[in-house]
């Protein structure tokens, strides 16, 4: 079958012979030469969505938006053309992550904008309730084990869905029983769920802009009903506001209720008697998370995804529970079986997993005869999700101590020769998106997600400088080779360069086009490096703040980036899968490196510039011969996105922080 691409046609499904639309005349043509509509899914304000085949991919499905936007007026059809380009980097930004769908392709035809992304067989939470009745109270606690690991996920990169409900909620349906071309299937006999079964869609809110014309219950701003009164009434939306929703969400799966015809009935006070509604009570600890996600007042909800799911699964026990729980482990045989997957991973070096006591999560040594030696074995696998994710982490300069942000909102300070926790320090109760450690050793920088940035005595354990603080978190932190200038990149776009010790914002660089993940200063203190998801790579003259070029290679955002000691290397990690060598001096690329097969989220160079440590969202780290673009080993361990890497001072061990709420030190040799 062929489908008009007409936003208007009746009638818009041809047979595959058919050159021009039965009904209204228009040519069915091929989007981008290869991605051919075959099926309307459906409508709303910011346009038509259609089922689609790839025939560069054998006819793979996919999923195709449409821009047509339903509203009037010049101002409200541009913050449309925005809000559909937003998903589009949302998208991007999120990478490849089996409860997310991923972007294939962006594009503008024919004087209409195009999304192109993948497409998930299986039916909504919705459809599910229409088909098979109320859910069961441990059919909610999977659900929102599920939806708090994927809202993790996603303010951790600072995305707001804004949208979250049934309707967007697909179980996605295993690939052996998805029938080609059908969107929704009932219920079969289905291997056990895992994390991935659920994918959280419709990351773009565009189904409604500003203007004219009037919509159902859909707006620009959310739902009324699963979205709080904040996000509808004056526009402010975050990661409490998505965790509202998801209690929403559960409120209408184990009652059938609508909340949205609650909220018509009684306005935003619905949530005050949800229980009233529930066909049967709910365990103390569900009503309990469930009543705090359904807060009125935003300051009473969770505040983050991590600490609901630390309610949920009871996970924040004492030091003696978690030895109760890592006993029973041993006894059922599983740590032998990591250990030896793991062994058995691991090449051309010898490594071993140090011990780091209580480092977000308990921990402890399972003692080996094997060659590689002791293995630091979490008690958070991946198979039950995590109460801590590591949000930042930064080494001393001469590997004395290390500091990591995480969801308690410290900075907690380890001593890596005793293994032990040295101070921690006060974060204003918003999680720690980034830090930084000067040259010296004496001073840590942490930035808020309030977008304050903060210095602290390491040694005297005192607060030296607050600064910042417009709303706008950074993202990436560094200090300047000298330790005078601490420079960070924001959620604007923009680059702030700060005098910490007068507390003076010198000066703010501006040119990039989409959010900066990553900083670097030159080893001689001249040259300011900035990667960002808008494809590029800028240095910039770090004195005058003189944008000196633009480095253009990557196909997609950049993630990460490291510099080489002599400062005429550097390195960048994308969301294309790719690392790329680039020759500071001349600023031309020389080499490009494959091997991870999702984005490179971190970057690491050991001192004597011979291996590259690489940290991806496929949960992998790769070491590479940085003369010869050569893949030594690959590090497995880690059951989500390795976000940060450090390597010692000697050389000698490899640090690396991770999504799954872990922080593994590898110890190598030859």
Sequence with gaps: MKCCLNPDCSHPQNHDTTKFCLECGTPLILLRNRYQPIKPLGSGGFGQTYLAEDLDKLHELCVIKQFAPQVVGTAAIAKATELFEEEAKRLQQLGDRPQIPTLFAYFEQDRRLYLVQQYIAGETLLQELASQGKFSELKIKELLVNLLEILQFIHQHRVIHRDIKPANIIRRTPPKLAALGEVTQQESPSPPRTTADLVLIDFGISKQSTGTSQTELGTSLGTVGYAPQEQIQMGKANAASDLYSLGATCFHLLTGVSPSRLWQAEGDRWVDNWQQHLPTPLSGKLTKVINKLLQFDPEQRYQSAAIALADLTGNRVSSNKHKVKIKEICLLGIIPIILLLITQSYGYFKYKLAPLNQLFIITFIQNTTRQQGEFLVSACTGEQPCDRWVSSLAM?????????????????????????????????????????????????????????????????????????????????????????????????????????????????????????????????????????????????????????????????????LAITPDGKTLVSGSSDRTIKLWDLAAGEMRKTLVGHSGAIDSLAISADEKTLASGSSDNTIKLWNLETGAIETTLLGHNRTVSFLSVTSNGKTLVSGSQDGQIKMWHFSN
Excluded: C
């Design 396 to 560: 001393s300069q001469n590997s004395d101590f290390l500091a990591n942000g995480d969801a308690d909102t410290k900075i907690k300070i380890w001593d890596l020769k005793t293994k032990q926790l040295r101070r921690s320090f006060n974060g204003d109760n918003f999680p720690i998106e980034a830090l930084a450690v000067t040259p010296d050793g004496r001073m840590v920088a942490g930035a808020a997600h309030n977008g304050k940035l903060k210095i602290w005595d390491v040694t005297a354990g005192q607060l030296k400088r607050e600064m910042g603080g417009r709303n706008y978190p950074f993202n990436t932190l560094t200090f300047s080779p000298d330790g005078q200038t601490l420079v960070g990149a924001n959620t604007d776009n923009a680059i702030e360069i700060w005098n910490w010790q007068t507390g003076k914002l010198v000066r703010t660089l501006k040119d990039h086009t989409d959010l900066i993940n990553s900083v670097v200063i030159s080893p001689d203190g001249q040259t300011l490096i900035s990667g960002s998801a808008d494809n590029s790579i800028k240095l910039w003259d770090f004195k005058t703040g003189e944008l000196k070029t633009t480095l253009v290679g990557h196909s997609e955002g950049i993630k990460s």
